[in-house]
T-cell receptor
Framework: ETGVTQTPRHLVMGMTNKKSLKCEQHLGHNAMYWYKQSAKKPLELMFVYSLEERVENNSVPSRFSPECPNSSHLFLHLHTLQPEDSALYLC???????????????FGPGTRLTVL | AQKITQTQPGMFVQEKEAVTLDCTYDTSDPSYGLFWYKQPSSGEMIFLIYQGSYDQQNATEGRYSLNFQKARKSANLVISASQLGDSAMYFCAMREASGTYKYIFGTGTRLKVLA
């Protein structure tokens, strides 16, 4: 595998289910991101991990719970979601070198989530 | 506050022609980076080009160039010799140097290349 991979690619779940999205980066990067992409809205940053430490939590509801066990893996645990949470969830990674660092992000293909 | 504006929801261009996708930004930070990404229908965001706020020259990457006008706070993407495979959503993004990890994205422009 190369780049950033995400599983599953598609997920349909009921509001009472618990599921997890997985992201893996094979680039040796030190920062990983979760984004939500809804139709006709800008990409919304949800969480950022740098060196496995959460550094951004963008007012995301507690029904979304991130986990970063190591620098290559990132999870998004989902529980009791709402229909408005249906969206494309994108994972990204970058090599972050601190202040003034502007390295590009590499994105995975996303998980298309539908909440019934 | 940081903000990215893309005013063109959709654009058409004839194959082999050049096209400019507009992006304006707002920031009070003197140091920042600007990015363009392409998102085909498959969903994956693909990095195209980067411009730093202190870069003296406009960035170029193959058929992509960035028309950076700092005083106007604009960072337009120019695609030369359009190809059918260029049909996709294009997003402009910015990151400030203020110590956060936030990349702010615009709403995107959907480009359709016509044969």
């Amino acid at each position: 595998e190369t780049g950033v991979t995400q599983t599953p690619r598609h997920l349909v779940m009921g509001m009472t289910n618990k599921k997890s999205l997985k992201c893996e980066q094979h680039l040796g990067h030190n920062a990983m991101y979760w984004y939500k992409q809804s139709a006709k809205k800008p990409l919304e940053l949800m969480f950022v991990y740098s060196l496995e430490e959460r550094v951004e939590n963008n007012s995301v509801p507690s029904r979304f719970s991130p986990e970063c066990p190591n620098s290559s893996h990132l999870f998004l645990h989902l529980h009791t979601l709402q229909p408005e949470d249906s969206a494309l969830y994108l994972c990204a990674s970058s090599q972050d070198q601190g202040l003034g660092s502007y390295n590009e992000q590499f994105f995975g293909p996303g998980t298309r989530l539908t909440v019934l | 506050a940081q903000k990215i504006t893309q005013t063109q929801p959709g654009m058409f261009v004839q194959e082999k022609e050049a096209v400019t996708l507009d992006c304006t930004y707002d920031t009070s930070d003197p140091s920042y980076g600007l990015f363009w990404y392409k998102q085909p229908s498959s969903g994956e965001m693909i990095f195209l080009i980067y411009q730093g706020s202190y870069d003296q020259q406009n960035a170029t990457e193959g058929r992509y160039s960035l028309n950076f006008q700092k005083a106007r706070k604009s960072a337009n993407l120019v695609i030369s010799a359009s190809q059918l495979g260029d049909s996709a959503m294009y997003f402009c993004a910015m990151r400030e140097a203020s110590g956060t990890y936030k990349y702010i994205f615009g709403t995107g422009t959907r480009l359709k290349v016509l044969a």
